[in-house]
């Protein structure tokens, strides 16, 4: 019998860089900074109303959007922080991650020959969702050196088939904040262009020396041409179990769930549950986000400050950018491939976000970790 054999639809994708580099880790023994999960628990309460919806027996479907309770829940803390007014039954999603909202929200919107803007380096989930659409990513380098928007170039490569633009803020790998003056630069070209805006804002709680996040929400007139993504799991502390949730204008909600109930129909009961009681809690959680992982990132950064390593500026996500190219003219894969094998340190190499290499010298730390392990970790670097 033939093997049966398969034309891929996603010819360029692999296994990813995190996959890659985490099972490196494991492989070698290192301490594991690459992969973006933290090293501690969720809050115990969450835990606890997690563990007591089960035992009651909520392990039914919810309701396709989301259980009424998250779904107020949402639209609540939304005001709050943003002083921004949803109307939690037709406006909110509940998804499985962001990783769905995302994927539904480009399904939504893109078909075949769009093309959607994205900025390098990108989060790796965008590219693959816009090209099953039957899109293609059309790739902005971010300006080193501090990872800012060409808003001008953005304006150029607009034309009649550009449909979408995603952004990210705060920024997973660069760990950089999008500011007002940006807002007004994207709001500008979305209305003048009609276009659609992914906004996957799923570290919109972790933000450093008193910087403000500006959220989508925050501008009303562009939230009605947006997707506005965020994620419990970098919240909560819980990114194992896939909580994530989309606001959007009605109609753009509409199609959004037309695709959400095919793809998942619902995300789990017991952690809708949960969720919405923690949010109703206002345990404080929250509002501690932020210097609680301001203070990971300054033992990070005070650690490494006598090394050889020259440290980026980090304004929000749990991501340190550090640059070796005092160290090693080794490119950024081979540099961590060694890292790892040799100094016992795992971390991401950037050219994996870009379309096109661009040479730097620079690798992604994570310090969603306990002191210990922050500490160990630096401490073999400054050995370099
Ligand atoms: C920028 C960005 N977007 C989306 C996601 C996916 O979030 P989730 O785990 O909720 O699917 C991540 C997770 O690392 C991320 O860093």
């Known amino acids: 019998m033939p093997k049966a054999t398969l034309e891929s639809k996603l010819p360029n994708v692999g296994t990813s860089i995190f996959t890659e580099m985490s099972g490196l880790a494991v492989q070698t023994g290192a301490i594991n900074l690459s992969q973006g999960f933290p090293e501690f628990e969720a809050p115990e309460f969450l835990k606890n109303v997690v563990n007591r919806a089960i035992n009651q027996g909520k392990n039914q479907y919810s309701p396709s959007p989301g259980a009424s309770d998250l779904l107020s829940e949402i639209a609540k803390l939304i005001k ?11 406006m909110v999603t509940v998804t499985s991650g962001a990783t769905e909202a995302l994927f539904v929200a480009l399904q939504s919107i893109v078909v075949a020959d769009d093309e959607v803007i ?19 990513c059309i790739h902005i380098p971010l300006l080193e050196p501090d990872y800012s928007i060409d808003w001008q ?18 920024h997973n790998p660069t760990g950089t904040l999008l500011n007002q003056q ?4 994207l709001q500008q070209i979305v209305l003048d262009h009609n276009l659609y805006l992914i906004s996957d804002e ?8 008193g910087q403000r996040h500006e959220s989508v929400l925050r501008y009303p007139d562009l939230f009605e041409r947006s997707f506005v993504i965020s994620s419990f799991g970098k919240t909560f502390h819980c990114t194992g179990w896939k909580m994530g949730y989309c606001v959007a204008p009605e109609a753009l909600t509409k199609e959004f769930r037309k695709i959400h109930q095919y793809v998942t129909f619902c995300s789990p009961t017991p ?48 991501f340190l950018l550090i640059d070796y190219s005092n160290i090693s003219d ?45 500490t160990e970790a630096a401490s073999r670097l400054c050995n370099l």
């Open 271 to 318: 952690f809708q549950v949960g969720i919405a009681e923690m949010l109703g809690e206002d345990s404080g959680h929250i509002n501690e986000l932020s210097s609680f992982y301001e203070a990971k990132r300054d033992i990070l950064s005070n650690a490494l400050a006598k090394s050889r390593f020259k440290i980026l500026p980090s304004k929000g996500t749990y």
């Open 80 to 90: 709050k922080q943003y002083d921004f007014s949803v109307n939690a039954a037709n």
């Open 153 to 170: 170039l953005v304006a150029k490569k607009i034309n009649s088939k550009t449909k979408a633009i995603v952004i990210n803020t705060p």
């Open 202 to 209: 799923v570290y919109e709680f972790i933000t450093f020396d």
């Open 118 to 136: 994205i900025f390098d380096p990108a989060y790796d989930s965008y590219e693959p969702a816009v090209e099953l659409a039957g899109g293609k």
């Open 330 to 374: 080794l490119n950024d894969r081979d540099f961590c491939n060694w890292l790892t094998k040799e100094i016992g340190v795992a971390t991401i190499p950037l050219s994996p976000f870009y379309q096109t290499d661009p040479n730097s010298k620079v690798i992604r730390l994570c310090f969603a970790k306990n002191e210990n392990t922050l």
């Open 182 to 185: 940006d807002l007004q630069n």
